[in-house]
C-alpha cells in the first residue's frame, strides 16, 4: 500500500517558522512528484509547491516564493517544507499527495494527484 503521512503542524506566531515533512511508503520514490497543498475550511485547496526528486525541480506559488523551501532526501523517502516568515493567511490544513515524476508541471490543478497523506494543521497568529 502507498501511504503518506504528513507531520510537523502546529500554532505559531506571525514571522515564526515551521517545517513540515511528509514521509512516504510503497512507492519508488524517485519515480514520484511530491506535492504540498493547502486548505482552509470554506476554502478552496491551494497548490502550495511540487518536487521531481529525481532532478529536484521545484516550484511553488507565487505567495509562498521565497519564503518556503521544499526538499527531499530519496533514503528517507520523505519530503520536507520549510515555512518561513510565516503569515495568518498560511493557516491551513497543509497535504502532501504524490503523482507520477511528469505531472509536477501541472501540479497546480490538483487533478493528476491521487495518492493523498492526512494532512497536518498550520495555525498562524497575528
Known amino acids: 500500500d502507498v501511504q503518506l503521512q504528513a507531520s510537523g503542524g502546529g500554532l505559531v506566531q506571525a514571522g515564526g517558522s515551521l517545517r513540515l515533512s511528509c514521509a512516504t511508503s510503497?512507492?519508488?520514490?524517485?519515480?514520484?512528484?511530491i506535492a504540498w497543498f493547502r486548505q482552509d475550511p470554506g476554502k478552496e485547496r491551494e497548490p502550495v509547491s511540487c518536487?521531481?526528486?529525481?532532478?529536484?525541480?521545484?516550484y511553488y506559488r507565487n505567495s509562498v516564493k521565497g519564503r518556503f523551501t521544499i526538499s527531499s532526501d530519496s533514503a528517507k523517502n520523505t519530503v520536507y517544507l520549510q515555512m518561513n516568515s510565516l503569515k495568518p493567511e498560511d493557516t491551513a490544513g497543509y497535504y502532501c499527495?504524490?503523482?507520477?515524476?511528469?505531472?509536477?508541471?501541472?501540479?497546480?490543478?490538483?487533478?493528476?494527484?491521487?495518492?493523498w497523506g492526512r494532512g497536518t494543521l498550520v495555525t498562524v497568529s497575528s
Open positions: 510503497g512507492l519508488t520514490f524517485d519515480d514520484y512528484a
Open positions: 499527495a504524490a503523482a507520477p515524476a511528469r505531472y509536477c508541471t501541472a501540479y497546480g490543478t490538483g487533478g493528476p494527484f491521487g495518492l
Open positions: 518536487i521531481r526528486s529525481s532532478d529536484g525541480t521545484t
